[in-house]
Structures are given as C-alpha cells and as structure tokens.
C-alpha cells in the first residue's frame, strides 16, 4: 500500500472515532434527564443550552426551540433532571434580567399530578401573574413560588 493511501485511512478512522466520541458524549450529557416542552408567544433570549430554572434552581436546560406552523408561537424543548417532578399546572417564563444572561424560568403550580414525561406546560406567566406575585412577597406570602 502507498503512504497517501495508508495515511487517508488513518485520517478516515480518526474522523470516524470523532463523530462516534461526540455522539456518545451526546447521548451521556441527556442521560438523567427527561424532556418537557412549553409553548410562548415569544422566545426572545433563548438558545440551545440556556438555563432552565425551577423556583430560582438550575435544573436543566434548553435543547431546542421550534416554530409551531399553525399557532405562530415558539415550542421550547427542555432537558430536566429525573429527579425533579414539576407539577402539570406549573407556569413557564422567560426572565431578561437587568444584570446576566436570559434564562427559562419555571414557577411550580400546586396540583397533586406531575408532568410526565413529553408534556407540556401550557400556562404562562402573565403581567397579572407577576404583580400578583409582587403583592404576595410583598405581604410576606410564602405560598406562590416565583422565579
């Protein structure tokens, strides 16, 4: 065999062992975690690999974001630890902080039924929602939890 040629497959077999590294590196960093999705009316500051976070808690993270064709709103796909059962009532949002990066935020509900696996959260935080929340901190309310 020729130099040329015998190098070529020492460079193929590199490459091979590079795609097949970073795929199993891929499917090692999704090991322990389960997805959920959300839909909203705007995604702006999200990207793969943004924060997710659970009462103020890192959590997981962003995987994918996607456009629904028939509603116009942005699909949210997210990768959250096992051991984190979010309760299905439970309110998605986006927070752009003055200060840092934008992350996902998700604000427990109070239902007994957990999120399975592939579900959705389908309630938002609205404006209403958030000064809700502001009069309950304000009035030393415990019991709604925020990002």
Do not use: W
Not at 8 to 24: F, H, K, M, R, W
Not at 51 to 59: A, C, H, L, S, Y
Not at 78 to 86: C, M
Not at 88 to 103: E, K, R
């Amino acid at each position: 065999m020729s130099e040329a040629r015998v190098g070529a497959i020492v460079i193929a077999v590199v490459i091979l062992l590079s795609v097949v590294g970073y795929e199993l590196k891929q499917i090692a960093n999704m090991a322990g975690y389960y997805e959920v999705t959300a839909r909203v009316a705007k995604a702006d500051g999200l990207a793969k690999d943004t924060e997710v976070r659970f009462t103020g808690v890192k959590v997981g993270s962003v995987t994918l974001l996607d456009l629904d064709p028939k509603t116009y709103q942005a699909i949210v796909h997210l990768n959250i630890l096992d051991d984190v059962k979010i309760p299905i009532d439970s309110a998605f949002n986006i927070v752009t902080p003055l200060i840092g990066t934008t992350y996902a935020c998700i604000a427990p509900g109070n239902a007994q039924t957990m999120l399975p696996r592939g579900g959705m959260l389908v309630k938002g935080v609205s404006s209403g929602d958030v000064m809700n929340m502001v009069g309950k901190a304000l009035d030393n309310d415990s019991s709604q939890q925020s990002c």
